[in-house]
Every structure is written in C-alpha cells, then in structure tokens.
C-alpha cells in the first residue's frame, strides 16, 4: 500500500491560486504607472464591451459584491471615466456608460493589457495555450460536478 501525503506546494489548487495572484499583481503595478487600479481598468473594459450594462450585472462579471463595485463606480464617476443613467421603470437601476475620458483611459489601458498578456505569453506555442486552457476547463468541471463533502479527520 502506498501513503500518499498532501503538500500544498504540489497541490495544483494552490499552484494555480498562487499563479493567479502573482499575475494579477505584476498586472496591478503596470496600471499603477498609469494610475489606474487593475479593477478599475476591468470595469472600464466590461462597460465599453457590454451596452449600457447595469451595476449589478458588471458586479457579477467581475465577480465582485455590488457595494464593492457601487464604491468603485463612485470613484470612477468623480474622476470623470463613468456616467450611471437612472433606469426609466426602475429608479434603483443604473445603466453605465463611459464617458469620452473614459473610453480614452479604456483604449490606453488595453494596450497595456495587450502588452502585459504578450509578455506573459512570451515563449509559448498556441497547442500549449490550448492545452494549458483545456486542462482549467476540466479541472473546474470535475470539482463542481463533485458533490461530495470534504473528508471531516474529527
């Protein structure tokens, strides 16, 4: 019989948690040159890519709580990159949309994004990319297609 021990180091949960924060912080510091936050170039994406998107709705792509991102949003408003439009039958509704500035900042940032991502990128062929993206996508799915409840060493 063979004992397998847990090391997180090799846990590819872990790997992967880790990875993902490594990369979105080394993201976070080019924005900051620019003086914008990684989340809110994110939001400035979302809302150009998607017509008149509500709060709630760009709270959910960014898998954020909408308070989180109505602070955000307030923020974003002052420094004059977002406009929030009342919904005409629900008042508690706004619709975002950028403004001129905003769409400047967006289009600047992408570019930055783009640049980030072919850094990142730098050294790999698309069948590993494919690859690489595959294996996510069936990782996910085997976990959330497991139900079961975690092993209780009580």
Do not use: H
């Not at 900051?32 to 709270?59: D, E, F, G, V």
């Not at 595959?134 to 297609?145: A, F, P, R, W």
Request: with cysteine; glycine share 2%; hydrophobic share 40%.
């Amino acid at each position: 019989m063979v004992i397998i021990m847990f090391n997180l180091d090799d846990c590819i949960a872990f790997i992967t948690c880790k990875s993902a924060k490594d990369l979105a912080d080394c993201l976070e510091k080019r924005l900051n040159y620019y003086n914008i936050t990684r989340t809110q170039w994110i939001a400035l994406y979302y809302i150009k890519n998607n017509s008149m998107i509500t709060q709630k709705q760009l709270a959910d792509k960014m898998s954020l709580k909408e308070p989180s991102v109505v602070r955000m949003l307030d923020k974003m408003e002052v420094l004059g990159w977002v406009n929030r439009i009342n919904n005409e039958n629900d008042k508690r509704i706004k619709s975002l949309i950028l403004t001129e500035n905003g769409q400047k900042i967006e289009t600047e940032m992408l570019k930055v994004a783009e640049k980030f991502m072919s850094d990142t990128l730098d050294g790999l062929s698309q069948e590993e990319l494919d690859n690489f993206k595959s294996t996510l996508s069936k990782m996910l799915k085997n976990i959330e297609s497991n139900t079961s409840i975690p092993i209780n060493s009580k």
